[in-house]
């Protein structure tokens, strides 16, 4: 008798996906589909979970300090109950004696491998059986029968495997003894100041805490800022009758250069020192500026790289003030439906490979209506050939997965989408068609006048060729009437540095000579203030995770210290979602900033009074360098355990020996007082 093929996916609607790719015409049963030579199940998500303290021995029920830390030689599993009758299903396909070779068809990442892994396990699927691995980018058909063609043995994921084992045994130990502790150590002060009427223990664990701390920090920051008022000098000048503004600095031969005096270089800390300086100004009448130095060059300003999790969640939360769980699930779902290729991916570039046959994507946009215009210029021209070559594929920068791309396909289930998740999928392809435009261009003429011994600056800034941006405009922005270039993201406006430009002054500054003299019409003083830092918003709060408690804003920057982030691209939109759920932090679902409760900030008290390399945003992300380092091989999973279970007994017990209710008491006071 010839032996089946089991195909496992981590969803049904997947399942129906690789029924259909492999022409599957077999009898839906209870929990999976057959035919007379394959079979197709799947899992609704986690089958299998880690037990509770209690079911190794019912000493650890009730929480107490003596039974602290809790650090099991070997860890439980059992069935979830609500899925069990699935995962009865599930294991007796899986130990059938018809079914010959097992592909693992979860989610191509750690928690797909980790979900499989543990139905393995718990089912005891003998090792006899031939099992390989589906890893696939996107859910269209070719793509999936690719994954199947080229499946590994699922032993060549066995290092995932263990980074994935680890990562949830030290999310449990961590949760476990550290929430523990410190609910019997601190939760009877917090509960009591807090007028809690019933008992809620103190949560904690190894990414949400420290996220709690970066938005706790951020707040004492906005706290403690004290604007600095400053005041900056002005001119007016004239040529051929039109106005252009200078800014004076105090560069070298100034007279206040390296003065106390001064804010910065271009700014006093007093007005009376900036009317001083015009008052010497202008001691000789009339007052003229002498052309100095006239700098003209071309600024080209390359197509950004395209959307990892992050940066789209990062998008989205600008442009639609949607949180990254709302972005993550409608990716998801462009994901399901073909349309986008897979979205838990740290990734902004294309892989060679993926790279040689790009023309199928794009060809698939010529039917989208916001696509076809720009996919029919890329393919006339043929300007997708030489993108090999350029940043937007770098195959050093891809660990699991290449960026989110449109596929081309599945654009029949466009009009099932939400109006925003309409939106999103637009984003996605005009950041994915933009690469393959040229720059945007940029004329920039700096002028430096002098008065005197003193220097004035001006800089201009004209769009020349808009490039890319042509294919920026978003359907859903207001048009900007200046240049009838769509709005979207700051960065990508035609903006200049100071001087609007009209097409007048534009003529006027090419007529601009150095030695010429300029009459200036006027002095002006201009105040300002320093600004305190900004709040979070929940896509910056996504960037800065990605970036170990740094929102590094510049690209080049941030593609160096990947892979040193908080959490995964999977995980940091529930963690900010916990904190939200449990009361910890305050979602502005209008705005998306995001602030501290009183409940939260109290919790941070505790936890930088007892475990403060919780809230240490480098040392969290070194945990999740480390399971990188065990999925890589470099590292094993006993010296990664070790140094877990090191970590977790010396804090625990280190927590134990405190006493530090009194200092704590004063925190708790000097932070309720900002909150009604």
């Known amino acids: 008798m010839s032996k089946k093929a089991l195909y496992i996916s981590e969803k049904p609607s997947v399942a129906q996906e690789f029924a259909k790719a492999l022409k599957i015409n077999g ?27 209690e079911v190794y021995d019912s000493v650890y029920k009730k929480w107490a300090l003596d039974t602290l830390p809790f650090l ?71 793509e999936i029968l690719r994954g199947i063609k080229e499946a590994k043995l699922l032993s060549e994921y066995d290092n995932l495997s263990s980074s994935a084992y680890l990562r949830a045994k030290e999310d449990y130990l961590m949760g ?62 004239t040529f051929l009758e039109k106005k252009i503004e200078g800014e004076w600095r105090a560069v070298e031969g100034s007279s206040y250069f390296g003065s ?26 009339p007052v003229t500026a002498i052309v100095e130095a006239i700098e003209r060059k071309k600024e080209k300003k390359q197509p950004p790289l395209l959307f990892n999790l992050a940066e789209l969640q990062n998008v989205c939360s600008k442009l639609f003030k949607i949180s990254p769980d709302e972005t993550l699930k409608i990716t998801q779902e462009l994901y399901e439906k073909k349309l986008v290729t897979y979205p838990r991916t740290d990734a902004r570039v294309l892989s060679t490979a993926v790279s040689k046959e790009i023309y199928k994507n794009i060809r698939g ?20 050939q030489g993108i090999a070559k350029t940043k937007y594929v770098n195959d050093k920068q891809i660990t699991d997965h290449y960026a989110i791309i449109p596929t081309g396909q599945g654009l029949g289930a466009l009009n099932s989408l939400t109006p925003t998740a309409k ?62 270039i769509i709005q979207q993201e700051k960065e990508e406006r035609d903006t200049d540095d100071g001087n609007k430009l009209d097409e007048g002054l534009i003529r006027v500054i090419a007529g601009l000579k150095k030695g010429m003299e300029l009459p200036v019409e006027a002095f002006a003083i201009k105040e300002g203030e320093t600004s305190p830092p900004k709040r979070y918003n929940s896509g910056s709060m996504i960037l800065a995770m990605e970036n170990a408690g740094q929102l590094i804003e510049d690209e080049e920057l941030r593609a160096q210290i990947k892979g040193s982030g908080i959490g995964t691209s999977a995980t940091r939109a529930e963690i900010l979602n916990k904190l939200v759920r449990i009361e910890y932090l305050k979602l502005n679902k209008k705005t998306q900033i995001i602030t501290p409760t ?42 990664y355990m070790q140094k877990l279970n090191r970590f977790v007994s010396q804090w625990t017990q280190g927590v134990k020996g405190l006493a530090n209710q009194y200092e704590l008491r004063k925190l708790f006071d000097q932070s309720a007082t900002y909150y009604k």
């Open 27 to 53: 009898k839906k049963r209870d929990g999976y589909i057959e035919s007379e030579e394959a079979i197709v199940t799947w899992c609704v998500g986690h089958l299998v979970t880690m037990s509770y303290p």
């Open 72 to 142: 099991p030689d070997s860890f439980l599993y059992e069935v979830i109950p609500s899925v069990k009758k699935q995962f009865d299903t599930v294991s007796a396909l899986l130990t059938r004696e018809d079914v010959g070779v097992i592909y693992v068809c979860t989610d191509s990442g750690r928690e797909g491998e980790y979900i499989y892994r543990l139905v393995d396990q718990m089912a005891k699927v003998p090792d006899t059986k031939e099992k390989r691995r589906v890893w696939i980018d996107s859910q269209t058909e070719e």
């Open 176 to 237: 476990i003894n550290f929430s523990r502790v410190l609910s019997l150590k601190y939760g009877q002060t917090v509960n009591n100041y807090l007028q809690n009427k019933k008992w809620s223990s103190i949560s904690v664990g190894r990414v949400m805490t420290c996220v709690l701390g970066m938005v706790v920090r951020r707040e004492q920051e906005i706290r403690d800022f004290v604007k600095t008022p400053f005041y900056r000098v002005l001119s007016t000048m």
């Open 260 to 285: 106390p005096l001064l804010y910065k270089e271009n700014g006093f800390k007093k007005k009376e020192s900036a009317k001083e300086l015009i008052s010497h100004l202008e001691e000789t009448k």
């Open 365 to 384: 946009l010529c039917n989208y209506q916001y696509g076809k215009e720009y996919a029919s210029v890329i393919l006339e021209n043929k300007s997708y």
């Open 423 to 484: 939106k999103v999928y637009e984003a996605i392809v005009r950041r994915f068609l933009s690469i393959f435009y040229p720059p945007a261009v940029y004329q920039k003429t700096s002028l430096t006048t002098k008065v005197g011994i003193e220097k004035f600056f001006s800089s201009f800034r004209v769009m020349t060729e808009q490039g890319y941006l042509s294919v920026m405009g978003y359907s859903f922005s207001k048009k900007n009437s200046a240049n009838g």
């Open 598 to 639: 009183l409940q939260g900030e109290l919790i941070y008290h505790v936890v930088n009074l007892s475990i403060r390399s919780l809230l240490n945003p480098e040392l969290t992300a070194s945990w999740e360098k480390g399971l990188n380092y065990v999925a890589e091989g470099q590292i094993t999973e006993e010296e």
